[in-house]
């Protein structure tokens, strides 16, 4: 069956880095477009990002642009999402997903079991 499974999470302090990662498998991953969402408390799970199948187009959040880099290594069948400049704001659970390249999270057929990631200030 297909699993994916983030790591990487952690506590950071605001303008710090941290990079996610996200194993695949059971699916084909290097055919596979992907994508990054996050779910802070109280609030609904929002777009962070996402990636085709080469890694020639990437979509991002307005929130996230110019500070978050997704890139994906189809050899290790593994999905990453550098964080940099990183605001209290970021402090959620980050899900990778498969199976588009969409903002909506309707979209994606698999899901990964999230890994938290929390800023302070």
């Known amino acids: 069956q297909v699993q994916l499974v983030e790591s990487g999470g952690g506590l950071v302090q605001a303008g710090g880095s941290l990079r996610l990662s996200c194993a695949a498998s059971?699916?084909?991953?290097?055919?596979?477009?992907m994508g990054w969402f996050r779910q802070a408390p109280g609030k609904e799970r929002e777009f962070v990002g996402s990636?085709?199948?080469?890694?020639?187009?990437?979509n991002y959040a307005d929130s996230v642009q110019g500070r978050f880099t997704i890139s994906r290594d189809n050899a290790k069948n593994t999905l990453y999402l550098q964080m940099n400049s990183l605001k209290p704001e970021d402090t959620a659970v980050y899900y990778c997903?498969?199976?588009?390249?969409?903002?909506?999270?309707?979209?994606?057929?698999?899901w990964g079991q999230g890994t938290q990631v929390t800023v302070s200030s």
């Open positions: 997903a498969a199976g588009s390249i969409d903002s909506d999270s309707k979209y994606y057929a698999y």
């Open positions: 990636i085709n199948w080469s890694g020639g187009r990437l």
């Open positions: 059971g699916l084909t991953f290097s055919a596979s477009s």
